[in-house]
């Protein structure tokens, strides 16, 4: 039971509030402040153990561990080191463009592929693979740049495009179970990539040049491609159909995370696979799957305990929304999007923010779709990186630093306020969006 005082949950949110510190401020490794939370939240029984443990049964979990299976099959048939000798006659020149044309690439494969697990399964060991040949060796900089590009370029990006991120799919279910709206996928794109997809990419980009500038070598000419092995085609037939599994899901009504599982055993099969059982226990890393399960098993709670909840309604009374301050307005709907993202994750953000849009759009004198679509913003912006499980992902993938992560966030973060959020307030403004 939880421990309530005039409403309001008390060891719930003593738990939250201690496991983000944590995470935030990284004194523990990641994965043992989520084993402390499952320990903690058992022992005082804050939730119940389906809450809690939900982090390992969402399709996330599952990707995360698909994905690494799938990323070890690409190396180890040497597709990886083919698929980066591709990638490298196309990506040339300096570092800012090198990182330039990787963020490009995330953008272009949210458009095919919906699943932000799934493309940085993908995208990330071929990445690694071109960094090699472009000189940049593990522990480099500018290797850590390039798979942050990967990550914060699948989640951040994808955020413009409807179906491609799945914060924007829990608030389209949201919208149209709390208002009976139904988002559109152009309306949705015109309204949203010029600002979050384009320019978010530009300040992305130059953000990581900055960064973790480095210096690259030439790619060594393409030598004579030698044929491919018959592994090699193997894989390439299993990528082809889980990816067209992933493109197809809202036909065949297949989660990405059960096709990228069924892939993940196929490379696991004894002689026709591509992963030994010694490679699947070693290299798999098992650690960066315990903590999404953590992320997604804080969120769960915080929803279950009611916190969220108390939490929203708390915020909205701070925040000083007024039709005569349209532009105030318009910042505060960012900033509580924004500030929910640090207690239940961008995953559950619009959960607990849509609810709220009609009280918010007669405090804020906008329209009801308004409030909805400015929350997008805000969970687009990740100013710590376990408030997007697929950060976390790619960084596990990468080996990158926590302090690298948090850094890149950072920056980001302050960039987009400053920047970013205003641009999309006047984008807003000029549709025709900001009146009723």
């Not at 279950?304 to 309604?313: E, W």
């Not at 607990?352 to 906008?366: D, Q």
Request: proline share 7%; aromatic share 10%; glycine share 10%.
């Amino acid at each position: 039971m939880h421990l309530v005082v005039s409403g309001f949950p008390i060891l719930p949110a003593a738990l939250t509030a201690i496991t983000i510190a944590l995470w935030a401020f990284t004194r523990l490794p990641e994965y043992l402040t989520a084993l402390l939370f499952f320990t903690a939240a058992m022992a005082l029984a804050v939730a119940p153990a389906d809450v809690v443990f939900s982090g390992f049964a969402s399709a996330a979990f599952w990707l995360v561990l698909s994905g690494y299976v799938l990323g070890l099959a690409l190396k180890n048939t040497g597709l990886a080191d083919r698929l980066a000798g591709t990638l490298a006659r196309r990506l040339t020149g300096t570092y800012p463009a090198v990182v330039a044309g990787v963020v490009a690439l995330t953008y272009a494969l949210a458009f095919v592929m919906p699943s932000n697990m799934g493309r940085i399964a993908l995208l990330m060991p071929i990445v690694l693979a071109y960094a090699d040949q472009i000189g940049l060796e593990k522990g480099r900089p500018g290797r850590i740049g390039l798979a942050l590009a990967v990550g914060f370029g699948t989640f951040q990006l994808s955020t413009s495009i409807l179906p491609a991120n799945v914060p924007n799919l829990v608030m389209a279910g949201s919208i149209e179970a709390s208002y009976g709206l139904q988002l559109g996928y152009l309306p949705y794109l015109w309204l949203h990539a010029p600002v979050l997809g384009i320019f978010k990419g530009v300040l992305l980009t130059a953000c990581i040049a900055w960064l973790f500038h480095d210096t690259t070598r030439p790619a060594p000419p393409p030598a004579a491609s030698a044929p491919l092995s018959a592994a090699e085609k193997r894989l390439i037939v299993l990528l082809t159909l889980t990816l067209a599994g992933w493109m197809t899901d809202g036909l065949h009504g297949v989660s990405p995370a059960w096709v990228g599982l069924a892939a993940a055993c196929v490379c696991l099969l004894p002689k026709v696979g591509f992963v030994s059982a010694d490679q699947f226990g070693k290299e798999v890393n098992f650690r960066t799957a315990i903590y999404v399960a953590g992320i997604l098993g804080l969120a769960a709670m915080v929803s279950d305990s009611g916190l969220g909840t108390r939490i929203g309604g708390a915020l909205l009374a701070w925040m000083p929304l007024s039709p005569d301050a349209p532009m105030r307005s318009f910042f505060s709907l960012v900033g509580l999007s924004s500030l929910l993202n640090f207690v239940v994750t961008a995953n559950g953000v619009p959960a607990l923010y849509t609810p709220l849009a009609e009280t918010l759009a007669r405090a804020s004198g906008f329209p009801l779709m308004t409030v909805l679509m400015a929350q997008v913003a805000g969970y687009a912006t990740v100013v710590m990186p376990y408030q997007a499980s697929p950060i976390v992902v790619a960084m596990g993938m990468g080996q990158v630093p926590a302090r690298s992560g948090l850094m890149l966030a950072l920056l980001t973060a302050l960039l987009s306020f400053a920047l970013l959020v205003p641009l999309d307030y006047l984008w807003f403004s000029w549709l025709g969006m900001l009146r009723q």
